[in-house]
């Protein structure tokens, strides 16, 4: 197998990307206008899974989280946090009941709830049971199919899309990938960042008919190796010839490819850039941190195509919205901000906590990290002029 061409995109070139498509804070733009973003999990055995998720959306800088999870999930979501909109609108079917139109109609209140949302995130504590996924692979396909029949009428047009255009899978959202490959193909299906671990990308590449042995070599120095690029490459563009899709596979150095169909004769220069993380984190590993990993790649990829929409009031009233300096596909550098955020967290909660860390110490401090790593500009003088009237 020939070594995979691709070339690193530089950390700088990310962080710029990323300081630019944050949402400004300077008290011109409106409550869900930063990212509105919901996670589609939740069942009776995970539900921590999900909160976490939201609030690392919320945390990154969203302005609105919801999750949507099982009739026995909602009650104890809605406890940890009343900052979380709780839809615990998945039951299972009765007895009596045909559970395949359950699912349906489940789904289609999934949907109704998915109106002007940016970004869906499917998967965290969504687990294996049958009626689970089967509600989660139909939202999944309809929000494929619209977004990508939104795409098509908005043409030429000025047409509104209504749902979510942004998505990231996670955890047993993987499974429904790999059940139907097919599922996110078309030319404007959402951008999709999918976030395998170890084991859900074996089981990735199996469902794609990639062999994670060919061309592995096991000398390659490379923190993540050149085989692996290529198999993430193959995956990727397996699942959408047209660059949608970027899979971030989780791990030592976690690694973000895009798909797309290679050229013949291309020159370095257009290969397609693929993103390393090497952050310093810490050697804690405790449950629940890709779950912090989805929610930020959410709230990231939401701000940056709402950047691309233009939908930001410019940080001044006479000022233009930043341009992007750099031409990086923006869920490359929603990936990596993501990566790089929760390492940091993980790596200044570790500071304090230790061996006791866990995934809510990691939470608390991804603020204080997005501040050091993108801090709030100053704020215009028309916000932070405070005038005391005398009548
Ligand atoms: N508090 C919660 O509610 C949490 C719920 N979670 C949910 O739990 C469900 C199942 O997650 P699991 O963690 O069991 O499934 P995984 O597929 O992540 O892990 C299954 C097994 O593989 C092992 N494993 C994990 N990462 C590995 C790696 N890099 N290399 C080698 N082996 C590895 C694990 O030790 C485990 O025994 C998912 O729905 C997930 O969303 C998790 O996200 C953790 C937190
Ligand atoms: N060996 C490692 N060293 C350093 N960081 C790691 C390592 N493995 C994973 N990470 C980091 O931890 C984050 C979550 O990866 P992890 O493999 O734990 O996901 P997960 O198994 O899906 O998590 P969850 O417990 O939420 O289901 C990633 O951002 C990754 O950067």
Redesign the pocket.
């Known amino acids: 197998m020939a070594s995979f061409q691709s070339r690193t995109a530089s950390t700088t070139h990310l962080w710029r990307s990323i300081d630019a498509f944050l949402p400004p804070l300077n008290g011109r733009n409106h409550k869900g206008q930063s990212g509105r973003i919901a996670i589609l999990g939740g069942s009776e055995d995970y539900t921590g ?1 999900p909160f ?1 998720s939201a609030m690392a959306a919320l945390r990154t800088g969203a302005d609105l989280s919801h999750v949507i999870c099982h009739e026995k999930a909602g009650p104890p979501i809605k406890c940890y946090s009343p900052e979380l909109m709780v839809h615990p609108v998945i039951r299972f079917p009765r007895a009596d009941e045909d559970a395949a139109r359950a699912a349906r109609q489940q789904a289609d209140q999934v949907m109704d709830l998915l109106t002007h949302l940016h970004v869906l995130v499917i998967g ?1 504590g969504l687990g294996q049971h049958p009626h689970m996924q089967r509600v989660a692979g139909d939202v999944l396909a309809r929000v494929a199919a619209d977004c990508q029949a939104q795409a098509e009428a908005s043409d030429g047009a000025t047409a509104r899309p209504t749902g979510p255009r942004g998505l990231v899978l ?2 047993d959202a993987i499974r429904l990938v790999c059940d139907a490959p097919d599922v996110l193909a078309g030319p404007r299906a959402p951008r999709t960042i999918l ?1 395998p ?2 084991n ?1 990308w074996r089981r990735l590449a199996q469902a794609c008919d990639v062999d994670l042995q060919a061309g592995a070599d096991a000398a390659d120095p490379a923190p993540v190796p050149s085989a692996t690029l290529h198999a993430l490459h193959a995956v990727a563009s397996r699942l959408n010839a047209h660059g949608r899709v970027h899979i971030l596979l ?3 150095a ?1 690694a973000i490819v895009p798909g797309a169909a290679p050229q013949d004769g291309a020159t370095p220069e257009a290969a397609p850039p693929v993103a390393i ?1 090497t952050t310093q ?1 810490s050697g804690r ?9 989805t929610g930020c790649a959410a709230a990231l990829l939401a701000g940056a195509q709402l950047w691309e929409a233009g939908a930001f009031q410019p940080p001044h009233a006479a000022s233009a919205q930043p341009q992007l300096p750099h031409t990086l596909p923006l869920p490359l550098c929603a990936a990596w901000g ?2 790089h955020v ?2 940091l967290a ?1 790596a200044r909660a570790f500071e304090t906590h230790r061996r006791a860390t866990s ?1 809510v110490e990691i939470l608390n401090a991804l603020g204080p990290v997005m501040e050091d790593v993108w801090p709030v500009e100053q704020a215009p003088s028309e916000v932070t002029g405070v005038r005391v009237a005398r009548i």
């Open positions: 899974a976490y965290p996670d955890a976030t671990n170890a859900e989780k791990g030592r976690d993380c984190g590993r405790c449950g629940g941190q890709g779950d912090l990993l993501a990566c929760v390492r993980n995934a």
